[in-house]
Nanobody, 121 residues
Framework: QVQVVESGGGLVQPGGSLRLSCAAS????????MGWYRQAPGKQRELVGS???????HYVDSVKGRFTISRDNAKNTVSLQMNSLKPEDTAVYYC???????????????WGQGTLVTVSS
């Protein structure tokens, strides 16, 4: 079993910052990609950004220049630094981990339960 736990959500005013953290633990041999998704009320879940083990990151256009993803491979953690937050960033943010349980094993993925970010004055 693999557990994925997010933390750091909350209420912030427009223009403010928040930092989300995610930790993966359990039967993990290697983590390929760690990503952040979000789902706003009434909308589909969307990819916010992701980062591979080598450090290369990808972001959705709407957060480029405002959000930064970083990961610690030794600790199996990933963070999402969110700056210049806007009301439209309000959503439940989910951490996703693509991993394998053994060398050459199939790629699997695991999700956290989500953390709510509310941007409002």
């Amino acid at each position: 079993q693999v557990q994925v736990v997010e933390s750091g959500g909350g209420l912030v005013q427009p223009g403010g910052s928040l930092r989300l953290s995610c930790a993966a633990s359990g039967s993990i041999f290697s983590i390929y990609v760690m990503g952040w998704y979000r789902q706003a009320p009434g909308k589909q879940r969307e990819l916010v950004g992701s980062i591979i083990s080598g450090g290369g990151a990808h972001y959705v256009d709407s957060v480029k220049g405002r959000f930064t993803i970083s990961r610690d491979n030794a600790k199996n953690t990933v963070s999402l630094q969110m700056n210049s937050l806007k009301p439209e960033d309000t959503a439940v943010y989910y951490c996703n981990v693509a991993y394998s349980r053994s060398s050459g094993g199939p790629a699997l993925d695991a999700w956290g339960q989500g953390t709510l970010v509310t941007v409002s004055s």
